[in-house]
């Protein structure tokens, strides 16, 4: 349904908005996140011609319509390479970096009812290290991470539950293989997540595709090799 209507949004902005004049419209931008709740997609951050965007973007799909909006109380940095997870009706923003502030290990709840972003204030002593370019899954009531790449511009190999309900986070230590990778998609299946794409350690493009199993093994295995 989600891949649906985000054909219908790009569609609306391509046929519809075509001769609407470019402040009416988000223009192109690069390493945004985009949010969905209730038929209403959340354009928010990214990069337009090196320059970080600030702005949110409301498009709803009920009515067709799109427009500038401004949030209220906390006023999230204009980050990329940011992730984006819905939870109980608010969308959860991790990490991304901002030329002037750097590299985040932030955790923003953003409200799409109120247009209200606030940051949550972390209850653990541990957490991970800010990151960007890392992939996020919402599996119950927590939010995993995986990957990325940290203030050493090292790439990351570790994984982490963040619990909504708690605040707290915990790492997740596979049993087998620790994958660094950044730059990637990830998918949950059931009790499964699902990672491809994105670079290696090395740079080198990552082939394969790897399943990470949330049961008590916690392994990380190669799916299969995808070939030309």
């Known amino acids: 349904m989600y891949q649906v209507q985000l054909k219908e949004f790009y569609a609306k902005q ?18 945004a996140a985009l949010a969905y709740f209730r038929g209403k997609f959340f354009l928010i951050g990214g990069k337009l011609n090196n320059t970080a965007c600030k702005s949110v973007w409301i498009f709803d799909s009920n009515v067709d319509q799109i427009k500038l909006s401004t949030l209220n109380g906390y ?31 932030d955790v923003t709840k953003f409200d799409p ?16 290290s800010p990151r960007y370019g890392h992939s996020a899954v919402v599996y119950s009531s927590c939010m995993l991470i995986i990957g990325g790449i940290d203030n050493n511009l090292t790439c990351c190999s570790d994984m982490w539950m963040f619990n909504f309900l708690s605040s707290r986070w915990e790492e997740i230590k596979p049993a087998s293989i620790r994958l660094a990778i950044h730059s990637h998609c990830a998918v949950l299946s059931n009790v499964h997540i699902i990672v491809t794409g994105g670079k290696l350690a090395d740079d080198s493009n990552n082939e394969d595709c790897w399943i990470f199993s949330l049961t008590v093994t916690h392994r990380m295995e190669t799916l299969s090799r995808w070939r030309d």
């Not at 609407?20 to 192109?28: C, F, T, W």
């Not at 009812?113 to 991970?128: D, G, Y």
Request: proline fraction near 5%; glycine fraction near 4%; hydrophobic fraction near 30%.
């Open 14 to 31: 391509n046929d519809i908005l075509h001769d609407v004049v470019e402040e009416k419209r988000p223009k192109k931008r690069k390493n």
């Open 75 to 105: 006023s999230s940095p204009n980050y990329k390479q940011h992730s984006s997870v819905s939870f109980n009706s608010c969308v959860y923003f991790f990490g991304g970096w901002n030329e002037t502030l750097g590299i985040s290990s």
């Open 113 to 128: 009812k109120s247009l209200t972003s606030s940051i949550v204030k972390c209850a653990s002593k541990v957490a991970p």
